[in-house]
């Protein structure tokens, strides 16, 4: 019943390293969203995404990027990790238009960088 | 003049009694509101949502109300049960634009046994 997959429950990596967060989601969804959430900051908006190939910046995009290669899969980029990227990150996607009811999250990716 | 709930970042309940969350919007544009729950552990996922020709609506032992004159949503929970302990925030949106949502702080809902 899992709608959308994030391939890492827990990670921890070290400063500097470059690290991949997999989203993949299996409903068709025109649009995919990364979010970072933080203790008493909710959630902020990474990035985003409207079609293959598409991507456009959210409210916090310093020191990350994105990939669409595939309808289904939305990747983030953390292209030198820094210990003030430790959070939880959430992937949620969407459909379009009329029959837009929401976001589905995924479970999320507690991110440790030591 | 009209009296609303504030956002409280936690709330404590005893299992059984109701339970109210209120959240505060920000975009008098935003015509289209949704309530998540997140446990710990996982994602938020969808609990009700309310469109704003509407001022109320009814789910399983969930009510959102919507008070546009202040930008107010509170979602009421009947019966408040153990399994209900999580945090739960509101979302804002503007017509059927899925480009972004915005989220509010979140409440932490504790049952009490």
């Known amino acids: 019943d899992v709608k959308v997959t994030q391939s890492s429950r827990y990670l921890v990596k070290r400063t500097g390293e470059k690290v991949f967060l997999e989203c993949v989601q299996d409903?068709?969804?025109?649009?995919m969203f990364w979010y970072r959430q933080d203790p008493g900051l909710g959630l902020r908006l990474i990035y985003f995404s409207y079609d293959v190939k598409m991507k456009e910046k959210g409210d916090i995009p310093e020191g990350y990027s994105v990939s669409r290669e595939k309808k289904e899969r939305f990747s983030l980029i953390l292209e030198s990790a820094s210990t003030n990227q430790t959070s939880m990150y959430l992937c949620?996607?969407?459909?379009?238009?009329?029959?837009?009811?929401?976001?589905?999250f995924g479970s999320g990716t507690r991110l440790t960088v030591v | 003049g009209e009296s609303v709930g504030l956002h409280l970042p936690t709330l404590s309940v005893q299992e059984g009694d109701n339970s109210i969350i209120n959240c505060a919007y920000s975009?008098?544009?935003?015509?289209?509101f949704i309530w998540y729950k997140q446990e710990s552990g996982k994602g938020p996922q969808f609990i009700i949502d309310i469109r704003s020709n509407m001022d109320k609506r009814q789910g399983q032992r969930v009510t959102v109300l919507l008070n546009k004159t202040v930008k107010h949503l509170s979602l009421q929970i009947a019966a408040t049960q153990p399994g209900d302990s999580a945090v739960y925030f509101c979302a804002e949106n503007i017509g059927t634009n899925a480009g972004k949502s915005t989220f509010g702080d979140g409440t932490t809902l504790t049952v009490k046994p």
């Open positions: 409903m068709d969804h025109e649009n």
């Open positions: 975009n008098s544009a935003s015509d289209y």
């Open positions: 949620a996607s969407t459909t379009e238009g009329q029959g837009f009811s929401g976001y589905t």
